[in-house]
């Protein structure tokens, strides 16, 4: 059998997947019925479509996974993979379905349900925002999530209200009893001059194959702001897409960290759809392994007098993949857009690899806009200078790699958040100084 021929067997398998598992909510049926067909017309990326070109997506799910079997159950208590010391609204999601008994939430000011709770407890808003943001009909995985996701999140934060603790979101896949297809959903809104902070965590225990899907949409109002960190430390195969909506005067800070993992693919958007915003985008992968790790952003700027900042960093080490694809627009009535975006890499071995590329788009004449990307290994002048001073050279290429690393923790604001981090960082390159 071809290689296409397997994908497009593939695609089969997962539509009938999905009929099995449709979200029967009457309140999104109409969607979720829009978006199975607008799943089984695009199908799962081929090998040579150009947004997946160098992650394989496609094959890594024909090759490793059942879609005939249901979802294996756990007994796994997830506390082990919690963050010490940190206050915070705590929601566990285990192979895709919130566990209640592991969850807390103590922000009174708030409302943070499980997204099956809130169908039921605020249709209204569920009507309003659901699937308005992820295009379910040019993206087969976000498709895919619209037509059968099992559960997640809706967080709501009305008009006026600073939360002071983080919402803290574990997404625990156990594969001890089989393999795992985990389907989940968030929705997040944001009212008029409140702030939110948000931190999902993905982790795994077992030996069979995972599979991860997770859509999250956010509206974030006048004057809000929103700040997501995203953890990813755990050796399933992960597709995250997450889009983001900002209104006039709003805020958002979003942080990437991808430090394991078998193949994950981070999609975020950000849509500029108002003036005076102001959005940073950060992502680090410190890759090892054959792990793959692929970044595709994209920033729009749809009116005047906003400002965008990204910055992503990877190292390569071993057999692992890096890609970077980075998009900024620039419509027509964006005039005095300030748009930046960085990508820099290192790579640690000849076998390690990444695929980097830039882009601007811009229809508008008054603005200041830059990309650009750098890739290669530790500098080795620098490297002599600290053996130098006495620094034996292991030690030295672990304080270069560190500090190219950790220079994205300096805007974590949340001190637990950027410690947990920083000892992962320092763990990574094996030395303590």
């Known amino acids: 059998m071809s290689v296409i021929a397997a994908e497009k067997n593939i695609s089969q398998d997962v539509a009938t997947w999905i009929t099995r598992n449709v ?22 990326p081929l090998h040579k479509t150009e947004e997946f070109k160098y992650t394989p997506i496609t094959r ?26 940190m206050e915070a609204n705590v929601l566990v999601f285990i192979n895709g379905f919130f566990s209640a008994k592991h969850s807390s939430i103590s922000s009174s000011e708030i409302t943070i349900l499980s997204l099956r709770e809130a169908l039921v407890k605020k ?24 037509a059968s996701w099992s559960d997640g999140t809706f967080i709501h934060v009305p008009d006026n209200k600073i939360i002071e603790k983080p919402v803290l979101l574990y997404h625990i896949n156990d594969t001890t009893n089989g393999q795992i297809i985990a389907i989940t959903r968030n929705l997040f809104i944001v009212g008029k001059n409140s702030e ?48 983001i909506h900002q209104a006039d005067n709003s805020r958002v800070n979003t942080f990437t960290f991808t430090l394991d993992g078998k193949l994950v693919r981070n999609n975020l958007h950000l849509v500029l759809d108002g003036e005076a915003i102001e959005s ?10 054959d792990t793959l790790a692929d970044n595709h952003t994209a920033v729009d700027h749809k009116k005047p007098n906003s400002f965008s900042n990204e910055l992503y960093k990877g190292i390569m080490d071993e057999n692992s993949k890096g890609v970077f694809n980075g998009k900024i627009y620039v419509r027509p009535n964006a005039q005095k857009t300030n748009a930046f975006q960085a990508n820099k890499n290192i790579l ?15 229809w508008a004449d008054d603005v200041k806009c830059s990309h650009g990307c750098t890739a290669g290994q530790l500098d080795e002048e620098a490297l002599f200078y600290l053996q130098s001073r ?15 690393a950790a220079e994205l923790l300096q805007n974590i604001k949340q001190p637990v958040i ?12 094996n030395k303590e100084f």
């Open 23 to 44: 979200q029967p909510s009457p309140i999104v049926r109409s969607m979720t019925d829009q978006a199975f067909s607008d799943f089984t017309r695009l199908g799962l």
């Open 60 to 85: 890594l799910l024909e090759k490793n996974f059942n879609f005939s079997l249901d979802t294996a159950t756990s007994e796994l208590d997830p506390s082990r993979f919690f963050i010490k010391g």
């Open 123 to 146: 249709p209204e808003l569920i009507s309003e925002h659901f699937a308005k943001y992820a295009d379910h009909k040019t993206d087969a995985l976000a498709a895919w999530n619209t």
């Open 196 to 243: 939110v902070t948000v931190l999902e965590k993905f982790d795994s225990a077992g030996q069979a194959s995972c599979f991860s899907n997770l859509v999250t949409e956010c509206a974030v109002a006048e004057n809000a702001g929103l700040n997501f960190y995203s953890i990813q430390n755990d050796s399933a195969n992960h597709y995250n897409l997450k889009e």
């Open 280 to 289: 940073h985008m950060y992502g680090l992968y410190l890759l090892k392994g």
């Open 348 to 362: 640690l071995t000849n076998s390690s690899t990444v695929n980097t590329k830039p882009q601007l788009e811009i």
């Open 390 to 404: 006495g620094i034996q050279k292991e030690t030295a290429r672990a304080m270069m790699l560190y500090a190219f």
């Open 418 to 429: 950027r410690e947990y981090l920083d000892k992962i960082i320092r763990a990574r390159f």
